[in-house]
């Protein structure tokens, strides 16, 4: 069956540093892959989507990398902030077309440490 | 545009009872998603509309849930005779068209139940 397995604990960091974030899926062949953020009983909210055929995707301070080969993406914050603390979702979506039902991983709980 | 609203934000209800959640899109936005999520669990995938069609459910939906989406806009997710193990967050999303066409998908603050 399809799975998607993202860091199951929470993920501590410093100020500052770079918080690297990791998604893997199995018996999948998405076409795209989604990054959302989820704050404490909000819903989430769409940070990035990289495609299949795209390798590297930035936007401002969030990098994200799609390894179709290795079945991996990962999620890059850098300089983090304590403001970026929240869980971090990732989505995909099977290739060939069809209805749009995203399935999400479980998540990474981010904690950036003033 | 405010956003995807979803109506009430919470609800306790006893075991038994049918409950009816309101979800309003981003005008426009022709495509509408209902998802659940428990705590410590991703969003689970329940069904998508196209404008008014219901063009996919999720084998999450059993018979006792059903949603609309009369005319294309707002949208209402009825759970007959609840459990509790539907005890979640239900959320709302929309977008323009597919993700995969850039669209971004829009997520509501969710419409929280519990039964007791």
């Known amino acids: 069956s399809q799975k998607i397995e993202q860091n199951s604990e929470a993920l501590n960091i410093q100020e500052g540093k770079t918080a690297t974030l990791t998604c893997n899926y199995t018996?999948?062949?998405?076409?795209?892959l989604q990054w959302y953020r989820q704050d404490p009983g909000r819903g989430p909210v769409f940070l990035l989507l990289?495609?299949?055929?795209?390798k590297e995707k930035r936007k401002e301070r969030l990098k994200v990398t799609f390894d179709t080969t290795l079945k991996q993406s990962l999620f890059h914050i850098t300089a983090s902030q304590p403001a970026d603390s929240a869980t971090y979702l990732c989505a995909l979506e099977g290739s060939g077309g069809g209805a749009d039902g995203l399935t999400f991983g479980k998540g990474t709980h981010l904690i950036i440490q003033p | 545009d405010t956003g995807v609203s979803q109506d009430p934000r919470h609800k306790i209800t006893k075991r038994g009872q049918n409950v009816t959640f309101r979800c309003d899109p981003i005008s426009e936005h022709n495509r509408l998603y209902w998802y659940r999520q428990t705590l410590g669990q991703g969003p689970e995938f329940l069904t998508y509309f196209q404008n008014e069609a219901q063009l996919e459910k999720s084998r999450l939906l059993s018979d006792r849930f059903s949603a609309e989406r009369p005319k294309g806009s707002f949208s209402t997710l009825e759970i007959q005779r609840t459990e509790q193990g539907d005890s979640a967050m239900y959320l709302c999303a929309s977008s323009l068209g597919s993700a995969l066409s850039g669209n971004t998908i829009y997520f509501g603050e969710g419409s929280w139940l519990t039964v007791v």
């Open positions: 018996n999948y062949s998405p076409a795209y």
């Open positions: 990289i495609r299949e055929n795209e």
